[in-house]
């Protein structure tokens, strides 16, 4: 077989080498940079404490029965078959469910209303929109304790403005049917100012010449509105119906500081319930087991929302 010749460039390449010093044409490897990793480590640190390493206990308390005094106790997948047959828990995802039916579509219009209104050129502009903020920086408990004077039976303004209306007074924390959407008013009160500022942004970004191009074809203002304010706050959207389930999902304050849970559970919720378990009857490896379970499911809902809002929009 015959051997296999050389090509130009090949021969041009090892020329150029040799007529090189012999520092360049073996260039010394740069010493590491470890500046990055040194910057980057405090983070890393920060990641391992405060979430490996709850999220690792977390799961070692999964199999275990542990009430903060007595050592652990292995008991396998027990609280896993708890959790399974747990009525409270099952009615605790409901009152959780239901709240999200009627605070997420009441965020979104409300937080829509009034960013619309401020992307107005009216007088007072800078006023309305600390105004409108105001509640998010405000503590909940505050709010909470404030709303709970609001809706007293006998001696709340709402209820006095109801009766001076001519109407009857409304048992907002005392009945089962109305104690869950009260407290979804006031958690829609309570955050709104922000869904309005992120909806605000999405409006003043909107290109001014598709709005000219709508007007050219006559397009009456609400197609104008549905077919090109809409579509084009669509990023806004997904990222206000994912905070707002968040939220929901981590309701807390409201039903803790308002009703407790009640009347018969009905404002008894997810993060309520496990909180109960981990700190009313110490039974923190159950407790664990609702947390991630409550996780995935956050996790899960989530994703649901996200495909199907951009399909919608799409």
Do not use: C
């Amino acid at each position: 077989m015959a051997a296999e010749l050389p090509t130009i460039d090949s021969v041009e390449r090892v020329a150029y080498a040799e007529a090189l010093p012999a520092s360049v044409a073996t260039p010394r490897r740069a010493p590491r940079d470890w500046r990055g990793p040194l910057l980057a480590a405090p983070y890393f640190l920060h990641l391992a404490v405060f979430f490996g390493y709850p999220l690792v206990f977390a799961i070692v308390l999964v199999f275990h029965r542990w009430d903060l005094v007595t050592p652990m106790e292995w008991v396998g997948l027990g609280n896993l078959g708890r959790l399974v047959a747990d009525d409270l828990f099952a009615r605790a995802m409901l009152n959780t469910g239901l709240f999200l039916i009627i605070h997420i579509p009441l965020q979104i219009v409300v937080a829509l209303f009034f960013a619309e209104l401020l992307n107005k050129k009216l007088p007072g502009q800078g006023f309305f929109r600390a105004i409108y903020f105001l509640p998010v920086v405000v503590s909940g408990v505050v709010v909470t304790i404030l709303f709970a004077q609001l809706f007293a039976f006998d001696s709340g303004y709402v209820n006095k403005v109801l009766v001076a209306l001519g109407g009857e007074r409304v048992p907002w924390l005392v009945s089962p049917a109305w104690a869950m959407p009260a407290i979804a008013l006031v958690a829609t009160w309570k955050n709104v100012g922000l869904y309005v500022l992120l909806f605000l942004a999405g409006l003043q970004n909107i290109p001014a010449p598709l709005y000219e191009a709508a007007e050219v074809e006559g397009a009456t203002r609400w197609q104008t509105w549905r077919w090109v304010t809409l579509p084009m706050l669509n990023p806004h959207m997904v990222t206000v119906v994912v905070l707002s389930t968040i939220g929901g999902f981590s309701l807390f304050v409201e039903p803790y500081v308002l009703t407790g849970g009640g009347p018969l559970n009905s404002t008894l919720s997810g993060l309520l319930y496990i909180y109960n378990q981990a700190f009313t009857f110490n039974h923190m490896g159950y407790a664990a087991t609702l947390g991630l379970a409550f996780a995935l499911l956050i996790l899960v809902v989530v994703l649901v929302q996200r495909r199907v809002v951009e399909a919608e929009a799409t």
